[in-house]
């Protein structure tokens, strides 16, 4: 089984469904950036994953920040709780070869 709940943005609060994996992470091991709030430097992006996804009509981006060494070793799993196809673009300040769409 999974945890999935709506964690808030570290700046707004605006709330981001989440889904972690096995629960082998636990709610405070993470901090949620909404798109508008994503660390704009690269720099600021290497202790977490960027996440992107779309529907029919919106192109959507979470920043995903790991605050402890099993986060950063669970990040896969800890990623938005959507129904669509999610993509890790940067995952630790590095870009994803494999991302073509996102």
């Known amino acids: 089984m999974c945890d999935c709940y709506v964690h808030g943005c570290k ?58 060494p099993n986060a950063k070793q669970m990040w896969d799993g800890n990623m938005p709780n959507v129904y669509s196809e999610t993509t890790p673009t940067e995952i630790f300040g590095e870009n994803n070869q494999q991302d073509k769409e996102a």
Do not use: N, Q
């Open 11 to 68: 700046v707004c609060g605006k709330g981001i469904e989440m889904h972690l994996a096995d629960f082998s992470t636990a709610r405070d091991e993470i901090e949620v950036y909404c798109r508008k709030h994503i660390p704009a430097r690269r720099d600021d992006r290497k202790d977490g994953v960027v996440w992107k996804w779309r529907d029919r009509a919106h192109r959507y981006a979470i920043f995903v920040r790991a605050l402890t």
